[in-house]
């Protein structure tokens, strides 16, 4: 049967058969044997790879271990790196001294960076480690890096707000505020000084409602608060939360009010403060949200016994209704006060009459007047500076500044206030009003070069100079002791010429000091004369 299907398959395919392909034996035992070797020499090169991987991580190991070798012999070889580490640590502080306050990327930070060297002088310096900076940019980690690395020294507090605002930066500086407010009060006790730069009055008060609830911060000396954009005024602590607090320093906000519905002015914590300054940028008294009303500032004034130092910046202060009933006004009593410093901002400041007329200051040590530098010089207080005349209201007052205060009718009353100080720093054209003036070269005037001890002019004009060069003349040759003369910047480039011969003339005659002047103009000028 199977031969007779298999031919009619035949006759179906034309007589035609396939036949199967006969393979050598020979061949297929060739092919297994090239397998064989193939495998063979795959883990051959696969074994040689591991072996090179792992004399590469040897050798990238070793690399890297002699470049930082390298490195650090080419660190060593630098002059600095022959520096002590006393000296090296005191120019890291001086630079993490001198940055800018508030700056996101922080000095200390950069020179850990620089070397294992550097990094282990900084690490180990708490010193360089004592200001914290509280801002949404800076991760809470950081802080409790700041913390750990300045061991147990004073603290510096920084609570900033961002670089640059942005819709909801508020409540995530809020939010920022709360888990850093966490990490560092334990630290409280070691806080020394404390700033806030914010523009949310919110920010502020939860600030200093978390201070109170803190424990006493013993070792507070400094608060300083600032913030343009602020509509209420500025919190304080109370009681005894900060029994050694003694600067205060509060810019474009208002003093609270004396007597309010939970507190008054008896119970800020300022027993002990003698220094407090006051500043206003930019505004006009009376029409600024952060002008302080009288009443409050006498009542922070009779809080704080110890004052010593009261410096105002602007118009801070609105005694506008204290001068419209000027009949009632009664002194401000600051007996301890040794330091005023008076910058108007204006020609024509508003209240600085009324303030200089009910001031009382008899053991005054400093006064410092300073008009801006305009044209014509500002407004005219000498005769205030008398209780009544010829009696001076500040008549132990030893340095005076004055910079474009003095008008050439009032050189002689300025004299008079101030008959014992014995160091006198003047504006360019308060010294030419001065030294034009008659009487001040003559033997009757209160500011003899015998008892001015050190006398600075700023920017002097050469006309001024020369003046000063015949009064130094005309005082040696009477036997006077001669001052010391401070010359200070800036200088014209113009007026550098005439400036060095005349300095030069100063010199001949008794000690000068050049401050703030650019001594390669000098330079130049001189070789232009050659």
Known sequence: MVLQVSAARMSNTGGLSHKMPVVPEELLSTLRQEVFALQNRRKELLARLEETNTSLVEVQTLLTRKTSQAHTVQNLLAPVSRLPDEVLLAIFEEAVRSQEQGQVTRTEIAISYTSHHWRQVTVNAPRLWNSLCIRAEVPIA???????????????????????????????????????????????????????????????????????????????????MKSPGV?????????????????????DMPLPPPVTQTFDAARYSVAGLTTLRLRVRGMRAGSSHAATDPSAFRALINSAPMLSALEIYGQPINFGQERANEEDVLSLEIPRLR???????????????????VIKAPTLRHFELVYPDNTPPGQDVSDLLFDPFPLTRFPSV?????????????????????????????????????????????????????????????????????????????????????????????????????????????????????????????????????
Not at 178 to 195: E, H, K, N, Y
Not at 343 to 354: A, E, I, K, N, S
């Open 142 to 224: 950081m802080l409790q890096i700041y913390l750990s690395r300045s061991a147990n020294i004073p603290l510096t507090i920084e609570f900033r707000e961002r670089e640059t605002a942005w819709p909801g930066a508020d409540k995530r500086s809020m939010a920022h505020l709360g888990s850093a407010l966490d990490a560092i009060l334990p630290s409280v006790t070691r806080w020394r000084r404390i700033v806030v730069l914010h523009r949310s009055y919110p920010y502020f008060t939860h600030v200093f409602r978390e201070l109170r609830k803190a424990a006493p911060l013993k070792m507070l000396q400094s608060i300083s």
């Open 231 to 251: 509509c209420g005024p500025c919190p304080l602590l109370l009681g005894d939360s900060a029994p050694a607090l003694e600067s205060l320093e509060v810019e």
């Open 339 to 357: 330091t005023l410093v008076l910058h108007p901002g204006t020609q024509h400041p508003h209240d600085l009459r009324h303030f200089i007329s």
């Open 398 to 530: 030893e340095t005076v500044r004055l910079h474009n205060a003095v008008h050439a009718d009032t050189v002689a009353a300025f004299m008079n206030a101030f008959p014992v100080a014995a160091r006198i720093k003047l504006g360019s054209t308060d010294a030419s009003y001065l030294f034009e003036n008659p009487t001040f070269s003559s033997t009757c005037s209160p500011w003899t070069p015998s008892h001015i001890q050190h006398l600075t002019v700023i920017s002097p004009l050469h006309n001024t100079l020369l003046q000063m060069y015949e009064w130094l003349l005309s005082a040696a040759s009477q036997g006077h002791r001669l001052p010391i003369i401070t010359l200070e910047g800036p200088i014209r480039a113009i007026d550098c010429p005439e400036f060095l011969t005349q300095s030069v003339k100063l010199a001949s005659c008794t000690e000068v000091r050049l401050c703030g002047i650019d001594l390669s103009m000098l330079d130049r000028s001189l070789i232009a004369r050659v």
